[in-house]
């Protein structure tokens, strides 16, 4: 199987140069991912700049590039410049979960819809707790991959994420949702400098049966995400009363 690896933590990150040379024992792996840090960049592309892409080394890849852009700008250019085709896209392992509202925001979920847009299907992978080893999450995933691949979908990403310590089991679920504490660094030693505090507490909203509830519990959760955000329930009673609309006269 040709694979296609991105992520949002950057092309030196330990856990993508383990996944990939997991990877490259059995598939040809191709790796594609930004040069820096590039988290909470969502689904953003690089536009009216010259992007950089350098080849670099990678143990168990075919092909390895860094790229001075986001990870969905890797997977467009994968496909789109490099005309590479795949038959999967990974992105991540990110190190610090994707769960609830954190996938509107993560650029390692946005490399895998970059990759379903493109047309082939796609695995978003991030790992629960920052600092935590991912040599459980490797070698789960690796070993189950082809059942991975028969869960994936042109329609929607499939969004994985690998609890702290080991895990007690595997719940496919919905997304949940959550309250940011919404945290600010402010610094004005230079000027007024201001961001958000990484891993800033989160409280839970959601019922018992989602992502961010299972995997505190120490559950695999596996999540889809459709990319096409039309809500069919509300398309359809919107239809009914969107005809009192009316242009204005002489428009």
């Known amino acids: 199987m040709r694979i296609l690896v991105t992520n949002d933590d950057g092309i030196d990150s330990l856990n993508i140069i383990r996944l990939v040379e997991a990877l490259g024992d059995k598939h040809e792996v191709y790796c594609f991912a ?3 840090q590039r988290s909470a960049c969502s689904l953003s592309l690089t536009v009216g700049k010259q992007i950089e892409i350098r080849e670099a080394t990678m143990r168990g890849a075919q092909k390895a590039y860094s790229v001075n852009g986001t990870p969905a700008d890797c997977v467009l250019l994968a496909i789109g410049y490099f005309d590479l085709r795949f038959d999967l896209v990974i992105s991540g ?5 994707n769960l609830a509202y954190d996938v509107m925001y993560s650029g ?9 847009i493109k047309g082939v299907p796609s695995i978003a992978l991030s790992q629960v707790g920052r600092g935590c080893d991912c040599g459980n999450l490797i070698d789960f995933f690796v070993e189950n991959l082809e059942e991975f691949c028969k869960l994936t979908s042109k329609a929607y990403v499939l969004n994985i994420n690998y609890p702290r310590g080991n895990a007690i089991g595997v719940r496919v679920c919905e997304m949940g949702t959550v309250k940011y504490s919404d945290e600010f660094s402010v610094s004005n030693t230079d000027g007024l400098r201001c961001g958000l505090v990484p891993d800033s507490p989160q409280i839970s909203t959601s019922g018992d049966d989602s992502d961010v509830v299972l995997a505190e519990k120490g559950y695999v959760t596996i999540t889809p995400l459709v990319v096409n955000r039309t809500d069919r329930t509300a ?5 009914n009363i969107g005809h009192g609309i009316k242009l204005a006269e002489g428009v």
């Open 108 to 116: 390692t979920v946005a490399g895998a819809y970059e990759g379903v």
């Open 93 to 97: 392992i990110n190190m610090g979960a």
């Open 235 to 239: 398309l359809e009673r919107l239809k």
């Open 34 to 36: 930004p040069c820096a």
